[in-house]
């Protein structure tokens, strides 16, 4: 052993240095590499024997052991394992006895560094740790996955080793390492939109392609950021970390914030024009991002995600613009189709508004359905757009609405107007097919259009907890009633023209009639003088029938009878001291009521209901008069009967 007595004359430096020799030789010969750090067999009996035999000591061997495991050190499970079961001992030793020679300590502050960053590079990319790779971590990068990697575990049991874990400078330290992880996978994420917001001002000239795969892009962003947060959350339910670590919370502070910044910078560089398809994903993904957060517990983030913060003012100025393109559209130069009807009888420029009113709907319904507030300032804007519609009907159809206007105006007895009364002309009024549309239009809004849009608002409306200073529906509301009002004016003014026509020739007029049945003698008489009139207001119905459809038909008529009712009744007021034409009166009650109900009865047959030929308020009236002389109440009855085509028969009974 003369080798062996050399060394041990030359101290415990020489003997290091010969174990050092050893070693070497032995991590050669066994191939020491990444992936590979254990020794095994032989040389590793050989080390043990050796130190032994030489006095050097168990922390210098595994001190100098693990300088070597950290020049090939990777973030992979097995090497903090090792380095933690080399450590171990030697930390615990320093730290109860603080025994470590020099060279000893010198080489555990060489490891120390090394260790450092090779916890730093693990924590740092704690989502990119791949076991199969030789480095330890993916080249590519990869979306997020739920499980922790194999190598956490042991790194987090290594630097607690290494720190006093109940520190707060290690503590700080730690939290930061994960920082910087949710920084670099921020950043790889954000990479992907870089080119939209970094021509900033170009938006604009983007194509529709481009535009749309532009948020198509941002709306993955979200997603993507989305799911980091979440496997965050995965893996700290896993309870592998230290649990001053709050992993959610640290990364989602990050992440938050910067995916609020990209997006307000990508709406500026590609500033929305309204709720496309694409727009709304992006407006959806935004705000599941920030509702996830909140479903997650996760704290307040200062600077953070806020839906409804980065979008507000575009849906202001979305709203403005569809109301704004609405009002153009109804303006005089743009209504179209006039004269032409569609299958309901109404003019093709109400059904394209209301589509218009309801595409709007189906667009804002992404928007609102979150922020049912914003149902507001759209219920006012369709407002201001219905009131315009109207008054565009009123412009298109102002030819044929003049002579019913006439009817509406306030009518003021000075010399000009009986002038006019004198010159007026003795032509009947046929009501215009234009008028018909017109009303038919008034009826469809008043009845199917706008109460569907008007239940869309308030089912809106009920999802907001505290509306304080508007009622969901009341500014459509308004509109529906100054529309009835209008509709309600219009048909009362046809209905005056039909009764002028009646009072255009003494046949037709129903004083005259009433005044000749003092004379007449039986019922024959007073049934023969009816005809003229009978014939006019059938053809009449028929006219109205042809050009309004059945609910607004039915309207007129019921109007047109009790306004000629009003007649009787007031012919009757002025003689109730005198019965002699209470007879007559009766019959020719009879004969209206049944012109009016058996024609409606002829015209619309199933679709008449019982109601809608019961006689109108001043026929009742008028029955009642007459009743008290004649009984007509309780003997005049009318029957509403079907046949065996399974339609209404109208009998008129008089029992006198």
């Known amino acids: 052993m003369p080798c062996s007595r050399s060394l041990v004359l030359c101290g415990s430096v020489a003997e290091t240095v010969a174990y050092d020799l050893v070693l070497e030789v032995a991590l050669k010969v066994q191939h020491f590499q990444q992936r590979h750090l254990l020794l095994h067999g032989e040389w590793k009996w050989l080390l043990e024997e050796f130190a032994i035999y030489y006095g050097v000591s168990d922390s210098y061997t595994k001190l100098r052991y693990l300088s070597y ?6 973030p992979t499970a097995d090497c903090p394992t090792l380095v933690h079961d080399l450590l171990y001992p030697v930390v615990m030793k320093g730290r109860t006895k603080s025994t470590l020679s020099h060279q000893e300590n010198r080489i555990l502050g060489e490891v120390e560094d090394q260790i450092e960053q090779i916890l730093a590079l693990a924590f740092e990319n704690y989502k990119a740790l791949d076991e199969s790779l030789a480095s330890g971590i993916l080249d590519v990068f990869q979306p997020a996955k739920g499980c922790a990697a194999p190598a956490l575990q042991p790194a987090v049991k290594l630097y607690t080793l290494l720190h006093d874990i109940l520190s707060p400078e290690a503590q700080t330290k730690l939290c930061k390492h994960f920082q910087v992880a949710a920084k670099k996978r921020s950043k790889r994420h954000l990479a992907d939109t870089d080119k939209y917001v970094n021509n900033t001002g170009e938006g604009n000239l983007l194509d529709h392609v481009t535009m749309s795969t532009a948020y198509q892009k941002m ?9 980091e947060v979440s496997t965050d959350i995965e893996i700290y339910n896993q309870n592998i970390l230290p649990s001053f670590v709050d992993l959610p919370n640290l990364s989602s502070s990050i992440y938050s914030v910067e995916l609020c910044n990209r997006i307000r910078e990508f709406l500026i560089a590609c500033p929305p024009s309204g709720p496309s398809q694409h727009v709304a994903e992006l407006v959806t993904a935004t705000a599941d991002f920030q509702r996830d957060l909140v479903s997650w517990n996760i704290n307040p983030i200062k600077g953070g995600v806020d839906a409804k913060e980065l979008f507000h003012l575009y849906i202001v100025v979305w709203i403005q613009d569809r109301r704004l393109a609405l009002l153009e559209t109804c303006k005089l ?10 299958e309901h009888s109404t003019t093709p420029f109400v059904d394209e508004m209301y589509d218009r009113l309801k595409e709007t709907l189906n667009d804002y319904e992404v928007i609102i359905s979150r922020w049912p507030e914003y149902s507001f300032a759209l219920e006012n804007a369709f407002a201001d757009v219905e009131k315009p519609i109207v008054e565009a009907l009123d412009r298109q159809y102002s030819d044929v609405l003049a002579p019913l206007k006439e009817n509406l105006a306030p009518k003021k007895f000075g010399f000009k107007y009986v002038q006019k009364l004198t010159k007026r002309t003795v032509c009947p009024y ?3 097919d234009e008028v018909g549309i017109l009303l038919n239009s008034l009826k469809r809004m008043l009845d199917i ?9 308030k089912s809106w409306g009920s999802c907001i907890p505290n509306a304080r200073n508007q009622v969901p529906g009341e500014c459509l509301s308004e509109v529906t009633v100054m529309l009835r009002a209008k509709f309600k004016n219009y048909l009362q003014a046809i209905v005056e023209k039909l009764v002028e026509n009646t009072r255009l020739q003494n046949a037709t007029k129903m004083k ?14 007073v049934r023969n003088r009816m005809q003229p009139l009978k014939e006019q207001l059938t053809s009449t119905m028929n006219h109205l029938h042809a050009i309004f459809e059945s609910h607004v038909f039915i309207a007129i008529c019921r109007g047109y009878w009790d306004r000629i009712g009003q007649d009787v009744l007031k012919f009757l007021e002025n003689r109730k001291e005198n019965k002699a034409w209470y007879k007559g009166s ?3 009650v009879s004969v209206l009521d049944d012109t009016f109900a058996s024609q409606m009865q002829q015209l619309l047959g199933n679709a008449l209901q019982e109601k809608d030929i019961e006689p109108p308020r001043s026929m009742m009236e008028v029955r009642s008069m007459l009743c008290k002389d004649a009984q007509i109440h309780k003997n ?11 339609k209404y028969v109208v009998i008129v009974v008089t029992i006198l």
């Open 69 to 74: 495991v950290m020049d090939v050190a990777t």
């Open 449 to 457: 259009l706008g109460p569907k849009i008007e239940t869309q608002f």
């Open 586 to 588: 009766t019959i020719a």
């Open 430 to 432: 046929a009501v215009p």
């Open 333 to 342: 130069d743009k209504v179209k189709w006039s004269g032409v009807r569609t």
């Open 512 to 525: 005259k009639i009433l005044q000749d049945s003092k004379e007449s003698v039986g019922e024959s008489n």
């Open 636 to 646: 005049t009855h009318v029957l509403l009967l079907k046949n065996d085509n399974c």
């Open 219 to 227: 709306r993955t962003l979200c997603l993507n950021i989305s799911n």
